[in-house]
């Protein structure tokens, strides 16, 4: 079955730009019609979807992250990738990659273990 | 996109039944019968429970049901057992290609 595998830098300084990769396993990430996204949730706090990409390139992000946020596909090393720019603390969160099942579905599985990233200094 | 509103605790004993609600608003929970939910055990990443108001994954306990009525969803747990204990996240499409999150909500099993 599909697994999802989260990895980058645990530690981003202010202002720099936080970049993580999701690898997918057991399938295809060009397989089905199925989005792919990223959310996040910092500590003792709740879920906050940040985007999602289709394999033709095409995106969606939350606004209130809009202007910060790109999300790029890999289709030749079955990965989708995060990149969130001038982070703050505000940022420091567990960050997880999830399939989702599509713009109008708002359905998330399966999902990765999560990285935590701490913005600091 | 604002986030969905739910209790921020529950808690039943052994073999009761409870309910937790996820209120939103006539522009997401309301317009659609999008409305997915989510188990989280501490330290894990988030399980998919309920899918389209009501629709469970294969391998989801039937203990778990999904509803909604005007603005309001609700997941209900059945014969609650120990390991049902976790924090549970609703979430809705909300239009314009967006799918907020409710707050949470911490099920404690007594």
């Known amino acids: 079955q599909v697994q999802l595998q989260e990895s980058g830098p645990g530690l981003v300084k202010p202002s720099q730009t936080l970049s993580l990769t999701c690898t997918v396993s057991?399938?295809?990430?060009?397989?089905?019609?199925?989005?792919w996204s990223w959310i996040r949730q910092p500590a003792g706090k709740g879920l906050e979807w940040i985007g999602r990409?289709?394999?033709?390139?095409?995106?969606n992000y939350n606004p209130s992250l809009k202007s910060r946020v790109t999300i790029s596909v890999d289709t030749s090393k079955n990965q989708f990738s995060l990149k969130l720019s001038s982070v703050t603390a505000a940022d420091t969160a567990v960050y997880y990659c999830?399939?989702?099942?599509?713009?109008?579905?708002?359905?998330?599985?399966?999902w990765g273990q999560g990285t935590l990233v701490t913005v600091s200094s | 996109q604002s986030a969905l509103t739910q209790p921020a605790s529950v808690s039943g004993s052994p073999g009761q039944s409870i309910t937790i609600s996820c209120t939103g608003t006539s522009s997401d929970v309301g317009s659609y019968n999008l409305v997915s939910w989510y188990q989280q055990h501490p330290g894990k990443a988030p399980k998919l429970m309920i899918y389209?108001?009501?629709k469970r994954p294969s391998g989801v306990s039937n203990r778990f049901s999904g509803s909604k009525s005007g603005n309001t969803a609700s997941l209900t747990i059945s014969g609650l057992q120990a390991e049902d204990e976790a924090d549970y996240y609703c979430c809705s499409y909300a239009g314009s290609s967006t799918s907020p999150f409710g707050g949470g909500t911490k099920l404690t099993v007594l």
């Open positions: 389209e108001v009501s």
């Open positions: 999830a399939r989702d099942w599509g713009i109008a579905a708002a359905a998330f599985d399966p």
């Open positions: 057991g399938g295809s990430i060009s397989s089905g019609s199925y989005y």
């Open positions: 990409i289709y394999t033709s390139g095409s995106t």
